[in-house]
């Protein structure tokens, strides 16, 4: 499967994501590892990893896909974005392949069964410029019996989008905010393309959680807020949970104070105001649990990102019956 097509002389097309880059011979798009090699686009990071790690599957985050679960992790240097507040950017924001060992995608299969997990995530960077690679993990992983999960700020083509059904199990997409000036300035991306992706995994099938994460100062305003919850109620469903995550300083972002409980909270008002089922406060020392939107039995719970305590009765509520919205294990 090829994502690119040629463009006029010298030039060619990348489909990965909504940029649509179009490169010239020797160069790469704007995530700096797709090149034109002159017949071909070539993903420069195929097989070099930048960071592999054993997280539980909290961590993405997704609380209502195979909790208690732990996920083989990955992700390259570069993205198709540049987040100034970005807590990856080490990897993110930088071109530099360490070509020291290559990780084919049998190697990394075969790493996350001998870890005991039971997905593999694309995650850290944007993977959405490493597909090409994630597509042939994912293909092998699934012949394991492994799922595999995509954490991404949702600025997929909508070819890579209509490609992963079947492939692709879940996703965290981040919906970093409602202005649409604010993601073209301030993230390099496009609003209404993300807003659009989200419809569009969601239609494919593809079990997806939504992130925003609260900075203060730039998209922590009770109206944008509203917006948000708004769109995930009346365009996604109320059974797509909201992950509402608190602001670090990081990056160039050292002078912005974290977010405050009082905002988070404020914004987990909303969300319930719009009628989301499930809403979660994360990053923070103030983990909220997963409750049965019918009777209010609290199902999961969680310490930071971590699984700790699961009261379902394989996908139902073992209170009231009620099922509860995500994919887990028939006990």
Not at 72 to 91: A, D, E, K, P, Y
Not at 284 to 302: A, G
Request: charged share 25%; net charge negative.
């Amino acid at each position: 499967m090829n994502f690119y097509k040629p463009y006029k002389e010298t030039k060619m097309v990348c489909t990965l994501c909504q940029h649509y880059c179009k490169i010239k011979e020797g160069s790469t798009g704007i995530c700096g590892v797709n090149q034109n090699v002159g017949d071909k686009i070539e993903c420069l990071v195929y097989g070099y990893p930048s960071a592999l790690n054993i997280d539980p599957i909290e961590k993405k985050p997704l609380y209502h896909f195979q909790p208690g679960s732990k996920s083989f992790s990955l992700g390259t240097v570069g993205c198709n974005f540049h987040c100034s507040f970005c807590q990856n950017w080490t990897i993110s924001q930088t071109h530099d392949i360490d070509k020291s060992r290559y990780f084919s995608p049998e190697m990394i299969v075969q790493l996350a069964i001998d870890n005991g997990c039971k997905s593999i995530a694309y995650t850290y960077n944007e993977p959405t410029i490493f597909y090409p690679y994630a597509r042939d993990i994912a293909l092998l992983a699934q012949k394991s019996g492994l799922k595999n999960v995509f954490v991404s700020n949702g600025f997929e083509s909508s070819e890579v989008i209509d490609d992963m059904k079947g492939i692709i199990d879940a996703a965290n997409i981040d919906l970093k905010s409602f202005d649409p000036k604010y993601y073209k300035k301030n993230l390099g991306g496009n609003l209404d393309k993300v807003l659009e992706n989200l419809k569009h995994f969601v239609r494919n099938g593809i079990w997806v959680e939504v992130t925003t994460l609260i900075v203060p100062t730039q998209n922590d305003g009770e109206e944008e807020l509203d917006k948000i919850a708004s769109f995930i109620a009346d365009e996604l469903g109320i059974d797509v949970p909201w992950h509402i995550t608190a602001f670090h300083p990081d990056y160039k972002e050292q002078e912005l104070p974290s977010t405050s409980i009082d905002t988070l909270k404020m914004a987990y008002d909303i969300g319930k105001k719009h009628g989301l089922n499930y809403v979660y406060i994360g990053n923070v020392d103030y983990e909220t649990p997963t409750r049965c939107p019918s009777c209010d039995e609290v199902l999961i719970e969680r310490d930071y990102f971590r699984h700790t305590t699961n009261h379902l009765n394989g996908s139902k509520c073992h209170k009231c019956g009620s099922t509860i919205a995500g994919v887990f294990d028939e006990k």
